[in-house]
């Protein structure tokens, strides 16, 4: 009995969960497929309370998150949130918005995200982001910076 527990646990750890944090089911469902084609385990959380719950119960790899959301949290203050929390200051969070400006892309690394994309974004550069910080994140948590240096 022991066994099938830690076979269990370890099928569990191994996987590799992405939550993407979206308002607008159509993009929700388009980031989502691509991530699910890739073979990753897609979370979909549709305003920030809900983000936050999946957040604390699934523990994803990485966040792809929308800045403008309905209800109580924007992108912004997830990001932050997450970031201070131990529990999830090394999940890698990616911010995905129509919001363009240089005063947003700032904005957003203050809070500590690890990468700004703009809106219409390229799904297979997201998705290929996605899998190098998943990668980064298990080997090095430091080595996610790269991204911003790049730019």
């Not at 790899?61 to 929390?85: A, E, H, P, T």
Request: aromatic content about 6%; proline content about 3%; some cysteine.
């Amino acid at each position: 009995m022991q066994t099938e527990k830690l076979e269990i646990g370890t099928i569990e750890m191994n996987r590799q969960k992405v939550l993407v944090v979206e308002d607008s089911k159509t993009q929700s469902v388009l980031i989502s497929r691509s991530l699910i084609n890739k073979g990753y385990d897609v979370i979909a959380a549709f305003d920030g309370g809900e983000a936050i719950e999946k957040v604390c119960s699934e523990l994803p790899q990485c966040i792809v998150m929308d800045i403008v959301l309905s209800k109580q949290y924007n992108g912004f203050q997830l990001c932050r949130l997450f970031k201070r929390s131990p529990l999830t200051q090394n999940i890698p969070v990616i911010l995905l918005s129509s919001k363009q400006t240089e005063l947003d892309k700032s904005w957003g690394r203050r809070q500590g995200a690890d990468l700004y994309l703009t809106k219409p974004c390229d799904l297979n550069h997201l998705v290929n982001t996605v899998e190098h910080f998943i990668q980064a994140s298990t080997a090095e948590p430091l080595a996610r910076n790269w991204a911003f240096a790049q730019r």
